[in-house]
């Protein structure tokens, strides 16, 4: 039998552990290292999951008001007031503005997107242009064209449950 030198067997009985407990520090440490990582990585991806999301309800929503824009060509006939068929008439200023109305009728649009609703919208009649600011500061013999030109206000949306919402509005001179 081969015999040890001394100084091993007192080397040996003086080591308690103390490499494993830093080992398992270690391994602490890279483990709550790769879980913040991880947690900062899904982070990012829903952020860019719901900008896309929300960038698909922009188009939408502006699809639907170029469809709006295209009813008014030739200019269809309003109602004296409430909405028919997405058709409104002059709003009022003191009443709640009609897309924050949950009981609003909204048009429903073509679909443009297959994995999104379709667009919705209204058109409210605004009336001429001498309703406005810039033209009732004018005299009747300095008032330009467009001061007699009819106004629509189009609002668009896209609405789909558990996806982005968008709402959009232009202001349209008529013909």
């Not at 188009?59 to 709006?68: D, I, P, S, T």
């Not at 919705?120 to 001498?130: H, K």
């Amino acid at each position: 039998m081969t015999r040890r030198p001394a100084h091993f067997t007192r080397s040996s009985a003086r080591q308690e552990g103390a490499t494993l407990v830093v080992v398992l520090i270690l391994l602490l440490l890279m483990t709550l290292l790769g879980l913040a990582s991880l947690r900062g990585t899904i982070l990012e991806e829903r952020m860019t999951a719901n900008l896309l999301d929300r960038g698909l309800a922009f188009q939408v929503a502006e699809a639907g008001l170029r469809e709006a824009e295209a009813a008014l060509d030739p200019q269809p006939t309003f109602p004296g007031t409430g909405c028919v068929n997405g058709l409104c008439g002059t709003p009022d200023p003191a009443a709640t503005e009609r897309w924050l109305d949950p009981g609003m009728v909204w048009r429903p649009g073509t679909v443009v997107d297959s994995n999104m609703a379709a667009p919705e919208f209204f058109i409210e009649n605004m009336g001429l242009g001498v309703n406005w600011p810039k033209c009732d500061a004018l005299p009747e013999n300095k008032r330009s064209p467009q001061c007699e030109t009819p106004r629509f206000r189009v609002t668009s949306r896209s609405a789909q449950d558990g996806r982005a919402s968008v709402i959009l509005q232009a202001m349209y001179a008529g013909k």
